[in-house]
């Protein structure tokens, strides 16, 4: 099998609409084209006009129950990802990432918080529509064809079927997918089930993308190819949100680092601002130290 790559065409074509909000309760409709070339020129620090709030969270607590307590997994967690931002959210392994992600997704209902999507309460049908997610681990019914599987997902969005037809092709070429789309998906390795996720995310061509661990399960080559995919979905006004471990993949990304750590916010900074901190000690280093520093006030 010859294996694609995610940058050998573009995922979206160039009739690909975003929708910029205008400040004034409008949409502009966009021609799909990246910033500078055509497609309306960008606000300040590279968002487009607007810039207004998509994700506002604020004192998000999220608590599991067990049979003797109650484990309180995020603690009072304020942030907001404006439109046009790619905002990456670190953090050790059980700090909070997959708890807050999940709520931002109306998948679990915090203990107290708020959070908003596109203006509208978590998990409604209507910031759903315009968000593409990739869940950490992606479990997929396995007797269906991964063709099958994006017209489930875009049926699910209201894609009309005909521009699924033109669509799904396009996009499993782009993940590398296109000589298997007819194969059922409990034969696809998990990498290959990784990309899959990735083409079901952005089936709907969404206005915000959130990826739970951003390149897990791929390999060294997808995880740079999503890069560059990122990069162009970027230039062309996307919000992005995304958790991962690899510092050097939040460095090649975002606009801006959240860190979390034992459930609280740790640092929210700027990347140019992060790596002004980090100095030559690198990000890791920098990013450990604060985890020192946080430890030892308690």
Same mark, same amino acid.
């Given at each position: 099998?010859?294996?694609?790559?995610?940058?050998?065409?573009?995922?979206?074509?160039?009739?690909?609409?975003?929708?910029?909000?205008?400040?004034?309760?409008?949409?502009?409709?966009?021609?799909?084209?990246?910033?500078?070339?055509?497609?309306?020129?960008?606000?300040?620090?590279?968002?487009?006009?607007?810039?207004?709030?998509?994700?506002?969270?604020?004192?998000?607590?999220?608590?599991?129950?067990?049979?003797?307590?109650?484990?309180?997994?995020?603690?009072?967690?304020?942030?907001?990802?404006?439109?046009?931002?790619?905002?990456?959210?670190?953090?050790?392994?059980?700090?909070?990432?997959?708890?807050?992600?999940?709520?931002?997704?109306?998948?679990?209902?915090?203990?107290?918080?708020?959070?908003?999507? @596109?203006?509208?309460?978590?998990?409604?049908?209507?910031?759903?529509?315009?968000?593409?997610?990739?869940?950490?681990?992606?479990?997929?019914?396995? @007797?269906?064809?991964?063709?099958?599987?994006?017209?489930?997902?875009?049926?699910?969005?209201?894609?009309?079927?005909?521009?699924?037809?033109?669509?799904?092709?396009?996009?499993?070429?782009?993940?590398?997918?296109?000589?298997?789309?007819?194969?059922?998906?409990?034969?696809?390795?998990?990498?290959?089930?990784?990309?899959?996720?990735?083409?079901?995310?952005?089936?709907?061509?969404?206005?915000?993308?959130?990826?739970?661990?951003?390149?897990?399960?791929?390999?060294?080559?997808?995880?740079?190819?999503?890069?560059?995919?990122?990069?162009?979905?970027?230039?062309?006004?996307?919000?992005?949100? @995304?958790?991962?471990?690899?510092?050097?993949?939040?460095?090649?990304?975002?606009?801006?680092?959240?860190?979390?750590?034992?459930?609280?916010?740790?640092?929210?900074?700027?990347?140019?601002?992060?790596?002004?901190?980090?100095?030559?000690?690198?990000?890791?280093?920098?990013?450990?130290?604060?985890?020192?520093?946080?430890?030892?006030?308690?």
């Amino acid at each position: 099998m010859r294996r694609g790559t995610f940058g050998e065409r573009r995922l979206f074509g160039p009739g690909w609409r975003s929708r910029r909000s205008c400040g004034d309760g409008r949409d502009e409709v966009g021609t799909g084209e990246p910033s500078g070339s055509g497609g309306g020129a960008p606000c300040g620090g590279g968002a487009p006009c607007g810039g207004g709030p998509v994700i506002e969270v604020e004192d998000l607590v999220v608590e599991y129950k067990t049979r003797r307590r109650k484990v309180r997994a995020v603690q009072g967690v304020s942030f907001r990802v404006n439109e046009g931002e790619c905002v990456g959210f670190i953090g050790p392994n059980g700090a909070g990432k997959s708890s807050t992600i999940k709520a931002l997704m109306g998948f679990i209902f915090p203990a107290a918080g708020r959070i908003t999507v @596109f203006g509208q309460p978590a998990g409604t049908v209507e910031s759903k529509l315009r968000i593409g997610y990739l869940p950490e681990v992606a479990l997929y019914y396995p @007797f269906l064809k991964g063709t099958e599987l994006l017209k489930l997902y875009g049926g699910l969005h209201r894609v009309p079927p005909r521009t699924l037809r033109e669509r799904i092709p396009r996009l499993l070429e782009a993940v590398g997918l296109s000589e298997v789309g007819d194969r059922l998906i409990r034969n696809y390795s998990k990498g290959m089930q990784q990309r899959l996720g990735i083409a079901q995310a952005l089936i709907a061509e969404p206005e915000c993308l959130i990826f739970d661990e951003l390149s897990s399960g791929l390999d060294p080559v997808g995880r740079h190819d999503l890069r560059r995919v990122l990069l162009d979905l970027k230039a062309r006004g996307a919000t992005i949100f @995304f958790s991962s471990h690899e510092l050097h993949e939040v460095e090649a990304l975002c606009d801006r680092v959240i860190a979390i750590h034992k459930g609280e916010v740790l640092f929210d900074l700027p990347l140019a601002a992060l790596k002004e901190r980090a100095g030559a000690a690198g990000l890791e280093e920098c990013f450990m130290s604060l985890i020192r520093e946080r430890e030892g006030e308690r």
